[in-house]
């Protein structure tokens, strides 16, 4: 496996591998990689001749120094986990190679998709992804990218970016994996207690529930709201950030729940924002 610290020899590395025809997948992350992370990088495996993990925790996508400080990191275990699962190449820059100078001053956003869930409860933090994948995909020059599902706004919005910039990479959603239990698998469940674990099955539950009512036949977005709330409300532990039922492809709201439905919820359990979601079709 190849370690490459600077945009300058990933780009070397890059530009070989295309004259031998190759096709470059990756998978951008901030560490502390779990079974999710891995399926990405399954996935990128299978579909491209290369594959390239970032391990970079951004701090332009961090709305709360707090959040930022205490995001886990574990570069021994992450590079061992690349290495065993045969990744090519493992970019892994410090703060001033991905932002020589500090964080820049430029503003990117996609307007139309950062009008609700995470874009308004984390001010500046979509900013701050699109401004690092913008970095990284220049560096990178991928094929194909992958992303998780579980951060579906953002798989939307990078995924649009690319789309509108004329990046030439294919943008891939990948499901979200989860434990046995149905906890969506995070980076930040590591900040979670055992008792915390427990309640936070109660996301999950929530969506199912939502999922069922919805495929039952019932079309009023507020009822199903106000069902999946009740099963939140049921802990103490638990705060409410946002839930919402929306369109799945423009994330618009809806007076009826019918074609693509897009059902999210964010949460607080003690310190640890958790944020979860599912998507289904119901025929028009
Ligand atoms: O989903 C993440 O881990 C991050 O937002 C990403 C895409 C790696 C950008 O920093």
């Known amino acids: 496996m190849i370690l490459c610290k600077t945009p300058e020899e990933v780009s070397l590395q890059v530009r070989k591998w295309k004259l031998e025809g190759k096709k470059v997948g990756f998978v951008p992350t901030m ?5 999710g992370h891995a399926t990405l990088f399954d996935k990128s495996l299978s579909k491209a001749d290369k594959t390239i993990v970032s ?51 430029v503003l990117l956003a996609i307007p139309h998709l950062m009008k609700n869930l995470c874009a308004v409860s984390r001010p500046g933090h979509f900013e701050g992804v699109l401004l690092v994948i913008s970095r990284l995909f220049h560096f990178v020059e991928p094929d194909f990218a ?5 951060d579906y706004q953002q798989y939307l919005l990078i995924r649009e970016f690319c789309k509108t910039l004329a990046f030439p990479t294919e943008v891939i959603g990948c499901e979200t994996i989860r434990s046995d239990k149905g906890l969506a698998l995070s980076s930040r469940n590591a900040r979670l207690s055992e008792s915390e674990k427990e309640e936070s099955l109660l996301v999950s539950r ?5 999922e069922s009512q919805i495929r039952s036949g019932i079309t009023d977005p507020v009822l199903i709201r106000d069902i999946m709330k009740d099963v939140l409300d049921s802990s103490s532990k638990i705060k409410l ?24 919820v964010a949460v607080f359990i003690g310190p640890v924002r958790l944020i979860d979601n599912i998507t289904l079709s119901v025929s028009e």
Not at 31 to 35: A, C, D, K, V
């Open 146 to 150: 992958f992303f998780g599902k579980k």
């Open 31 to 35: 560490g502390f990689l779990h079974e």
């Open 206 to 210: 929530a969506l199912r529930l939502g």
């Open 241 to 264: 950030d946002y839930l919402e039922i929306l369109n799945a492809d423009t994330l618009e709201s809806l007076e009826f729940l019918k074609g693509n439905l897009l059902l999210a």
């Open 55 to 105: 391990i970079f925790v951004n701090p332009a996508q961090f709305n709360d120094p707090e959040d930022y400080a205490k995001y886990p990191i574990n570069t021994a275990g992450d590079l061992k986990l690349c290495e065993s699962k045969k990744v090519d190449l493992v970019f892994l820059p410090d703060q001033e190679t991905m932002y020589p100078g500090g964080i820049p001053d």
